[in-house]
């Protein structure tokens, strides 16, 4: 139903950016929330940002004033920049989306892109 392309992943020494873009597409043409999740190893997944559709905004308390989710709903594009890297920022970092179907709430997830902050 939904079909993603994540792009920006990859190595960068701490203290460093990068700059992580996700295009959603499929059969729902438009989004509830965008937003993106990280999963570092043995550790569960995280919402790290995300932007609702009427421009509410959040991020974790962990990458406030570092990261900048952007999106244009227009394209059902979300991109996350991450400014000021952390080693502990190393992660997979997954695209997610939330569509509203008869008025519940559907996640749908991307492959996931790696990010590695090296020391």
């Known amino acids: 139903q939904v079909q993603f392309v994540e792009s920006g992943g990859g190595l960068v020494r701490q203290g460093g950016s990068l700059r992580l873009s996700c295009a959603a597409s499929?059969?729902?043409?438009?989004?509830?929330?965008m937003g993106w999740f990280r999963q570092a190893p043995e550790n569960e997944r995280e919402l790290v940002a995300r932007i609702r559709s009427g421009g509410n905004i959040y991020y974790a308390d962990s990458v406030k004033g570092r990261f900048t989710i952007s999106a244009d709903n227009a394209k059902n594009t979300v991109h996350l920049q991450m400014n000021s890297l952390k080693p502990e920022d190393t992660a997979v970092y997954y695209c997610?989306?939330?569509?509203?179907?008869?008025?519940?709430?559907?996640?749908?997830w991307g492959q996931g892109t790696q990010v590695t902050v090296s020391s």
């Open positions: 499929g059969s729902i043409s438009s989004f509830f929330a």
């Open positions: 997610n989306v939330v569509a509203v179907i008869s008025g519940i709430p559907y996640d749908y």
